[in-house]
């Protein structure tokens, strides 16, 4: 079970008032019964010590009750003294009748002592007895002083035993409300005493789950005043510490994910080149030997295999310039160039320089824009986007079908659309087909000459640009897309 901080100090509190209650109790009801009763004694002591020193003298004293004014009596105890030879009384009792039976009684109670409380043997005894008469219990002191007189001087129990109850309920009454008060007090105390304690744990579990936006207060200049300071200034070099520590492991894994992508992308570059090359060096490699083994009966046959052997060379050619863009635009090679140009007049120049293609493949290419476009980009990089996607339209729409070229207008973008009449793409092929190498069209590929790379320079370029781009089917074919900034930057 926990207990805090604020009732332990309590507990301990009321704990040690307790024990010094109940040893308090223990002295009042077991020694203070003790120290009362030496002090009993010393009081008889210092009225005996009185008179034998006034009845060392001469005693001018012919009345008795002149003794009451003379001697020390400071319990104001019954003295009596009796002169052996004259046969006098001397008493602090002006009576002498009562003098005389206090006398009788005196010397028969101590006649029929009941217990021996302390004697000086040869002056005085001190003893405990107790009047039958009065049914009371009296401390009697009983000797001869220095000249011979005997001497009785009596004090009653009663009067000390009642003292020591008084004590006792008053101790007690006061003990149990010290302890209330106390306690109440404690409680109180120890809450403001706490308070920064409590705050201090708090703000150490939120520390412990790295939350430091909560500051301990300063109350004091104390230990724990120091200890808040101490805490806040840790909680900042934690924070610090623990932001650069941050930092530093995400730059440490957008490293180790930037090597990871690299080497894969090193690996899949490798594996496709290696693939894509293989059939058009197989295919020079053949024709080559061909021509040099004499295979070639006449010129015509010649020619046609030199031109295999050229045509080959020059597709590998253009594979590698286009792995080598792709490439600078996926490793940050190419710095944007972003200007304003018209995208009307743009897109009419690239449709004119591939209507020898469009020809080729009697389709019909539909572009009614006519209004300028002004948008924000890097010219030459969207020429390769749109190009890649006008020539990919030309490839694979149908025989006499369309390709639509226009417009979309939102949030300050244009975006280009090219459509091509024709199959739609296999849904499992869509998420692919901007894949390095990809070919979702298998067997068109030496007819087509694609290799695959078009779509990646398109959505390498996008990215850099920071723009959609991407290609979905409708009904009729299939149509490709991208996004420019018509805003100014």
Same mark, same amino acid.
């Given at each position: 079970?926990?207990?805090?901080?604020? #009732? &332990?100090?309590?507990?301990?509190?009321?704990?040690?008032? !307790?024990?010094?209650? *109940?040893?308090?109790?223990?002295?009042?009801?077991?020694?203070?019964?003790?120290?009362? =009763?030496?002090?009993?004694? =010393?009081?008889?002591?210092?009225?005996?010590?009185?008179?034998?020193?006034?009845?060392?003298?001469?005693?001018?004293?012919?009345?008795?009750?002149?003794?009451?004014?003379?001697?020390?009596?400071?319990?104001?105890?019954?003295?009596?003294?009796?002169?052996?030879?004259?046969?006098?009384?001397?008493? =602090?009792?002006? %009576?002498?009748?009562?003098?005389?039976?206090?006398?009788?009684?005196?010397?028969?109670?101590?006649?029929?002592?009941?217990?021996?409380?302390?004697?000086?043997?040869?002056?005085?005894?001190? &003893?405990?007895?107790?009047?039958?008469?009065?049914?009371? +219990?009296?401390?009697?002191?009983?000797?001869?002083? $220095?000249?011979?007189?005997?001497?009785?001087?009596? /004090?009653?129990?009663?009067?000390?035993?009642?003292?020591?109850?008084?004590?006792? %309920?008053?101790?007690?009454?006061?003990?149990?409300?010290?302890?209330?008060?106390?306690?109440?007090?404690? @409680?109180?105390?120890?809450?403001?005493?706490?308070?920064?304690?409590?705050?201090?744990?708090?703000?150490?579990?939120?520390?412990?789950?790295? $939350?430091?936006?909560?500051?301990?207060?300063?109350?004091?200049?104390?230990?724990?005043?120091?200890?808040?300071?101490?805490?806040? *200034?840790?909680?900042?070099?934690?924070?610090?510490?623990?932001?650069?520590?941050?930092?530093?492991?995400?730059?440490?894994?957008? %490293?180790?994910?930037?090597? /990871?992508?690299?080497?894969?992308?090193?690996?899949?570059?490798?594996?496709?080149?290696?693939?894509?090359? &293989? /059939?058009?060096?197989?295919?020079?490699?053949?024709?080559?030997?061909?021509?040099?083994?004499?295979?070639?009966?006449?010129?015509?046959?010649?020619?046609?295999?030199?031109?295999?052997?050229?045509?080959?060379? #020059?597709?590998?050619?253009?594979?590698?310039?286009?792995?080598? /863009?792709?490439?600078?635009?996926?490793?940050?090679?190419?710095?944007?160039?972003?200007?304003?140009?018209?995208?009307?007049?743009?897109? &009419?120049?690239?449709?004119?320089?591939?209507?020898?293609?469009?020809?080729?493949?009697?389709?019909?290419?539909?572009?009614?824009?006519?209004?300028?476009?002004?948008?924000?980009? +890097?010219?030459?990089?969207?020429?390769?986007?749109? *190009?890649?996607?006008?020539?990919?339209?030309?490839?694979?729409?149908?025989?006499?079908?369309?390709?639509?070229?226009?417009?979309?207008?939102?949030?300050?973008?244009?975006?280009?659309?090219?459509?091509?009449?024709?199959?739609?793409?296999?849904?499992?092929?869509?998420?692919?087909?901007?894949?390095?190498?990809?070919?979702? %069209?298998? !067997?068109? =590929?030496?007819?087509?000459?694609?290799?695959?790379?078009?779509?990646?320079?398109?959505?390498?370029?996008?990215?850099?640009?920071?723009?959609?781009?991407?290609?979905?089917?409708?009904?009729?074919?299939?149509?490709?897309?991208?996004?420019?900034?018509?805003? @100014?930057?």
């Amino acid at each position: 079970m926990k207990i805090s901080i604020r #009732m &332990k100090i309590t507990l301990m509190v009321v704990v040690f008032s !307790a024990f010094v209650v *109940t040893a308090s109790w223990f002295i009042c009801n077991f020694i203070i019964g003790d120290i009362f =009763t030496t002090n009993l004694k =010393t009081n008889l002591r210092i009225t005996y010590s009185s008179c034998n020193e006034i009845f060392q003298k001469e005693v001018p004293y012919t009345d008795s009750g002149d003794l009451y004014g003379q001697i020390k009596n400071p319990l104001e105890a019954i003295v009596i003294i009796y002169d052996p030879i004259e046969r006098r009384l001397f008493s =602090t009792i002006n %009576d002498e009748s009562q003098m005389m039976e206090s006398m009788n009684q005196i010397i028969d109670t101590l006649n029929k002592s009941q217990s021996e409380v302390d004697s000086n043997p040869g002056e005085y005894t001190i &003893k405990r007895s107790h009047d039958v008469l009065m049914n009371a +219990d009296y401390y009697d002191l009983i000797g001869k002083l $220095d000249n011979g007189y005997i001497i009785v001087i009596r /004090t009653p129990i009663a009067q000390i035993e009642g003292l020591i109850v008084i004590v006792n %309920d008053v101790f007690n009454t006061v003990a149990v409300g010290l302890i209330i008060f106390g306690a109440v007090f404690i @409680l109180f105390f120890s809450n403001i005493f706490s308070w920064p304690i409590r705050i201090l744990s708090n703000n150490a579990k939120k520390m412990a789950n790295l $939350d430091f936006s909560v500051k301990a207060p300063v109350v004091a200049k104390d230990e724990i005043g120091e200890l808040a300071i101490s805490m806040n *200034t840790m909680s900042e070099k934690l924070e610090r510490t623990i932001s650069e520590l941050k930092r530093a492991n995400i730059e440490l894994s957008r %490293d180790i994910e930037e090597k /990871t992508q690299i080497d894969e992308m090193r690996r899949e570059f490798l594996s496709h080149v290696s693939h894509e090359l &293989k /059939t058009p060096i197989a295919l020079i490699q053949g024709y080559a030997e061909g021509l040099k083994d004499d295979m070639c009966e006449d010129e015509e046959s010649r020619a046609f295999y030199t031109e295999v052997i050229l045509d080959e060379a #020059m597709k590998m050619n253009t594979m590698v310039k286009r792995l080598l /863009t792709l490439n600078e635009i996926e490793f940050g090679g190419v710095k944007l160039n972003i200007e304003q140009f018209e995208l009307v007049g743009f897109i &009419k120049e690239i449709i004119a320089a591939k209507s020898i293609l469009v020809g080729e493949s009697g389709a019909e290419i539909i572009f009614q824009e006519s209004s300028p476009v002004n948008v924000w980009a +890097d010219e030459y990089m969207i020429e390769e986007v749109f *190009t890649n996607y006008l020539v990919n339209a030309i490839h694979y729409v149908k025989k006499e079908g369309q390709i639509r070229v226009y417009f979309e207008r939102y949030q300050g973008l244009v975006r280009v659309n090219v459509f091509n009449e024709g199959e739609n793409i296999p849904q499992e092929d869509i998420n692919k087909i901007y894949n390095k190498f990809y070919k979702a %069209d298998k !067997a068109r =590929t030496r007819e087509y000459g694609g290799n695959g790379i078009g779509l990646s320079i398109v959505a390498a370029t996008m990215a850099a640009h920071g723009k959609a781009y991407g290609v979905y089917n409708v009904p009729e074919g299939v149509v490709f897309y991208f996004d420019l900034d018509a805003n @100014l930057p």
